[in-house]
């Protein structure tokens, strides 16, 4: 037998695998994180890419907007924060003209507990934090981009002189990559520009890891573009959360260098897909409920046969995390449908409903996690489990006591790629 550990929530779960049915596991071709992120990140600050340094372009006097990930990443931003602000008091800026803003896009504000979890004690005591409200009556309107998406922004972030976009690089299933542009749309950006965004997630061309002709992708860059975002700091990290490299500079040219990383790191061929894939999302924030953890599940997807089984592995103490993809799954509960309202009228959370329902079209999904069957069962049409093991039993009794196992530990970062010669093979 394989005894596989992966993670769950802050923990870790074992699915034990027999031996002749375990293909192997599909992860990330792991780096070793730097000795000293800090010297890593003054190196990337001291060698901008595309633009000069942090400490030429500020001012004393002027008004600085960072913009960090939210709770649901994973994104080690205390690393980050100290060293941009350094960087800005050679440059006679001082910490009280500093805000740093979670960027929450449409979800929920930043806790004061997780808070201090994702900056960290010393930068609370320098700076001042807000999180993003999507929903505020004094977003600032910034223009269209050529997409006709009408964006509209955070004001504090609108009005600062110098605006700096903080977070890592990581696939992401219709953006392409997550980091960069990012940090503009949808984390400080109005509902309706996040749901104009959006709404082109049905093109072809918005798919995890590619940005060429991505209407997503280019949509964000220009409304970072019109938002006058004058630097990121962007760092991508190893499936420890060790810091790999850091990239720092133009909000185009760094992120694009950063996603070559991303790529060599996270895009994993493998030479034919498996009957079924044992999934983590990758333990906590990833699955801190089911909408972030279907990230995970949409990676899956590429290396899993038609009429296979996903074992998806995600805690989701937060439940389904999302009212809008409950409704959808609640009142339209089939792809073609969902499909017709995302085109009529897209709402952010249906759009988690259009790709879970394409999903179960190709596979059978079993969910080991804590969420309630009211739920998992009833209203997102998955089988469930509450043990790794049974699911496994579950999954043999589908696929066939002969079927072939992959087990994927990061789901949510990790991104199989068939082989040329099995392309066709579902």
Same mark, same amino acid.
């Given at each position: 037998?394989?005894? @596989?550990?992966?993670?769950?929530?802050?923990? #870790?779960?074992?699915?034990?695998?027999?031996?002749?049915?375990?293909?192997?596991?599909?992860?990330?071709?792991?780096?070793?994180?730097?000795?000293?992120?800090?010297?890593?990140?003054?190196?990337?600050?001291?060698?901008?890419?595309?633009?000069?340094?942090?400490?030429?372009?500020?001012?004393?006097?002027?008004?600085?907007?960072?913009?960090?990930?939210? @709770?649901?990443?994973?994104?080690?931003?205390? $690393?980050?924060?100290?060293?941009?602000?350094?960087?800005?008091?050679?440059?006679?800026?001082?910490?009280?003209?500093?805000?740093?803003?979670?960027?929450?896009?449409?979800?929920?504000?930043?806790?004061?507990?997780?808070?201090?979890?994702?900056? /960290?004690?010393?930068?609370?005591?320098?700076?001042?934090?807000?999180?993003?409200?999507?929903? @505020?009556?004094?977003?600032?309107? %910034?223009?269209?981009?050529?997409?006709?998406?009408?964006?509209?922004? =955070?004001?504090?972030?609108?009005?600062?002189?110098?605006?700096?976009?903080?977070?890592?690089?990581? %696939?992401?299933?219709?953006?392409?990559?997550?980091?960069?542009?990012? /940090?503009?749309?949808?984390?400080?950006?109005?509902? #309706?520009?996040?749901?104009? =965004?959006?709404?082109?997630?049905?093109?072809?061309?918005?798919?995890?890891?590619?940005?060429?002709?991505?209407?997503?992708?280019?949509? $964000?860059?220009?409304?970072?573009?019109?938002?006058?975002?004058?630097?990121?700091?962007?760092?991508?990290?190893?499936?420890?959360?060790? %810091?790999?490299?850091?990239?720092?500079?133009?909000?185009?040219?760094?992120?694009?260098?950063?996603?070559?990383?991303?790529?060599? $790191?996270?895009?994993?061929?493998?030479?034919?897909?498996?009957?079924?894939?044992?999934?983590?999302?990758?333990?906590?924030?990833?699955?801190? =409920?089911?909408?972030?953890?279907?990230?995970?599940?949409?990676?899956?997807?590429?290396?899993?046969?038609?009429?296979?089984?996903?074992?998806?592995?995600?805690?989701?103490?937060?439940?389904?995390?999302?009212?809008?993809?409950? !409704?959808?799954?609640?009142?339209? /509960?089939?792809?073609?449908?969902?499909?017709?309202?995302?085109?009529?009228?897209?709402?952010?959370?249906?759009?988690?409903?259009?790709?879970?329902?394409?999903?179960?079209?190709?596979?059978?999904?079993?969910?080991?996690?804590?969420?309630?069957?009211?739920?998992?069962? =009833?209203?997102?049409?998955?089988?469930?489990?509450?043990?790794?093991?049974?699911?496994?039993?579950?999954?043999? #009794?589908?696929?066939?006591?002969?079927?072939?196992?992959?087990?994927?530990?990061?789901?949510?970062?990790?991104?199989? !790629?068939?082989?040329?010669?099995?392309?066709?093979?579902?």
């Amino acid at each position: 037998m394989v005894d @596989a550990w992966i993670p769950y929530g802050k923990t #870790e779960v074992c699915a034990r695998i027999p031996t002749r049915n375990f293909l192997g596991y599909i992860e990330p071709k792991e780096r070793e994180g730097v000795a000293d992120s800090r010297v890593e990140i003054e190196r990337a600050l001291s060698q901008p890419i595309g633009t000069a340094r942090l400490r030429e372009m500020a001012k004393e006097g002027y008004k600085v907007a960072i913009v960090v990930d939210d @709770a649901t990443r994973a994104t080690p931003s205390y $690393m980050m924060i100290i060293p941009l602000l350094d960087e800005l008091n050679e440059a006679g800026v001082k910490d009280e003209d500093v805000t740093v803003i979670f960027g929450c896009g449409t979800h929920r504000s930043v806790t004061p507990e997780e808070t201090e979890t994702l900056l /960290g004690k010393e930068t609370l005591e320098r700076v001042k934090t807000i999180s993003h409200d999507h929903e @505020a009556e004094d977003l600032v309107f %910034l223009g269209k981009t050529s997409h006709g998406t009408k964006v509209s922004v =955070n004001k504090v972030f609108a009005e600062a002189n110098i605006k700096i976009l903080a977070g890592d690089i990581n %696939l992401h299933y219709y953006a392409g990559y997550g980091g960069g542009r990012k /940090g503009v749309l949808p984390a400080v950006s109005s509902t #309706e520009t996040i749901q104009q =965004n959006h709404s082109m997630m049905l093109d072809t061309r918005a798919t995890t890891g590619n940005l060429d002709g991505n209407p997503i992708h280019e949509d $964000m860059l220009e409304a970072a573009k019109l938002a006058n975002v004058n630097f990121i700091l962007n760092i991508v990290i190893n499936s420890k959360g060790e %810091l790999v490299e850091a990239f720092a500079g133009d909000v185009e040219q760094a992120f694009l260098e950063g996603t070559k990383l991303v790529d060599e $790191m996270y895009k994993v061929p493998i030479d034919k897909r498996a009957n079924i894939v044992v999934v983590s999302a990758g333990g906590y924030p990833h699955d801190i =409920n089911f909408y972030q953890a279907s990230k995970g599940l949409h990676n899956a997807l590429e290396a899993v046969k038609r009429r296979g089984v996903i074992v998806m592995v995600a805690e989701c103490p937060e439940g389904h995390g999302n009212e809008m993809f409950n !409704e959808w799954m609640e009142k339209y /509960g089939e792809v073609k449908r969902v499909e017709r309202e995302i085109k009529r009228h897209f709402v952010l959370g249906g759009h988690k409903a259009y790709y879970l329902l394409k999903a179960l079209q190709k596979v059978t999904i079993i969910l080991v996690s804590v969420m309630p069957d009211v739920y998992a069962v =009833n209203t997102f049409k998955m089988r469930t489990a509450r043990a790794l093991n049974d699911a496994l039993r579950d999954a043999f #009794e589908v696929a066939g006591k002969n079927a072939k196992v992959y087990v994927m530990p990061h789901g949510s970062d990790t991104l199989p !790629e068939v082989t040329t010669q099995d392309q066709n093979e579902e």
